[in-house]
């Protein structure tokens, strides 16, 4: 079942019919409706006792560090079940790139990997080319991650089994950063289907990296490297990979 609200203030009337859907319903759409920290402890409250909640879309709304804080609080539950979290344009407070404000007050257990959405953002994410709003999950797209962000990130994927697609693209990670997610990637027992990398500053020298994820990640079906300056050295590296028994990769962008 499937709850999508956009574009409409919630009252606190509003709010109380529909928390008892948001405890039950698989995918949740909230994108728009005015929600701020008040509210974040209910949907925290909704992540551990909805086991059938996979998706959810807070898209465009002020949570602030302490909002997201009780978010990710309700994600870390045994069973919260979540697979897709889009959150884009929610206006954290400012933090130190490499660490927002709400990753330093968590505790060390084991978020999943969507939840990073906003490291490295230092002020709200106004791009106008969002594609948030599309169907498909671009769940860290245009959000200011750094080479910096992807250390913690990585250490996340190590952690969680329940991601299918991570999309990074049109991020400034860079070199370094792709090294990191691929360490974490290798290290992962998540069945990852989709990875993004549009538009990340790769260079050759990750390629041999994503040759190994293409060769050892058999549930991994579509890559996609566009905008990205591999030249000929790059895609010769790529190719084993590729060309690899294991590989299952039906599309290379």
């Known amino acids: 079942m499937k709850l999508d609200i956009q574009c409409e203030q919630l009252s606190d009337a509003r709010w109380t019919e529909l928390l008892p859907l948001i405890q039950q319903y698989e995918v949740v759409r909230l994108d728009d409706c005015g929600l701020t920290e008040v509210r ?61 404000s709400w990753a330093r007050s968590l505790p060390g257990r084991q978020p999943l990997a969507p939840v990073l959405s906003h490291l490295g953002a230092r002020q709200p994410l106004l791009s106008s080319s969002l594609r948030r709003g599309e169907t498909r999950p671009d769940r860290l797209e245009y959000c200011s ?6 250390e913690p990130l ?9 991601l299918k ?6 991020n400034d990670i ?21 990875l993004k990398l549009e538009n990340c500053g790769l260079t050759a020298a990750n390629c041999k990296d994503l040759c190994g994820i ?8 579509d890559l996609d490297l566009g ?18 028994p ?8």
Do not use: Y
């Open 246 to 253: 294991s590989s299952q990769l039906r599309t290379l962008w």
């Open 174 to 194: 860079g070199e370094a950063g792709v090294q990191a997610l691929c360490r974490g990637l290798a290290e992962s027992a998540c069945q990852l289907e989709t």
């Open 40 to 100: 974040c402890k209910d949907i925290g409250s909704a992540l551990q006792a909805n086991a059938s909640l996979t998706e959810l879309s807070l898209r465009t709304n002020e949570l602030g560090d302490g909002g997201v804080l009780l978010v990710l609080q309700g994600l870390q539950s045994p069973t919260c079940k979540i697979q897709k979290l889009r959150w884009g344009q929610c206006w954290l407070e400012e933090a130190e790139p490499e660490r927002p």
């Open 145 to 150: 991650l750094t080479a910096a962000s992807c």
């Open 154 to 162: 990585a250490a996340v994927l190590r952690a969680t089994r329940d």
């Open 214 to 221: 293409v060769a050892s990640q058999a549930s991994l079906k």
């Open 227 to 244: 905008s990205n300056r591999l030249g000929d050295a790059g895609l010769a590296e790529l190719c084993p990979g590729l060309l690899s």
């Open 165 to 170: 697609e991570l999309v990074v693209s049109n």
